[in-house]
């Protein structure tokens, strides 16, 4: 069973930036698909981007050019560079990890860690 700890939410101001942690254990990650994806109040949960063992990343067009995600494979951690942030990106932010080459919609996964908050004011 994996386990997700996501970490570094917090409050910054638009134009601003954060970096996101989430490490996962209990499984070998080497061949699989790792990203993120946030949930809004009263949204749903949506896929925000994602990075594969070949490297390989695809984004939501929402954070295309704002956003990078990056893994470290020997830490099994991946990353979420935010940057140029704006109030539409506050949500709350879940990683997960799916063996495989490409994350597929939310509603796939069963099983979350607790996300970290991400606070974007005005």
């Known amino acids: 069973q994996v386990q997700l700890v996501e970490s570094g939410g917090g409050l910054v101001q638009a134009g601003g930036s954060l970096r996101l942690s989430c490490v996962a254990s209990?499984?070998?990650?080497?061949?699989?698909?790792m990203g993120w994806y946030r949930q809004a109040p009263g949204k749903r949960r949506a896929f925000v981007a994602y990075?594969?063992?070949?490297?390989?990343?695809n984004y939501a067009d929402s954070v295309k050019g704002r956003f990078t995600i990056s893994r470290d494979n020997a830490k099994n951690t991946v990353y979420l560079q935010m940057s140029s942030l704006k109030p539409e990106d506050t949500a709350v932010y879940y990683c997960?990890?799916?063996?495989?080459?490409?994350?597929?919609?939310?509603?796939?996964?069963?099983?979350w860690g607790q996300g970290t908050q991400v606070t974007v004011s005005s």
């Open positions: 997960q990890t799916k063996r495989g080459t490409i994350l597929p919609d939310a509603s796939w996964f069963d099983s």
């Open positions: 209990g499984v070998d990650l080497s061949g699989d698909v």
């Open positions: 990075i594969n063992s070949a490297g390989r990343t």
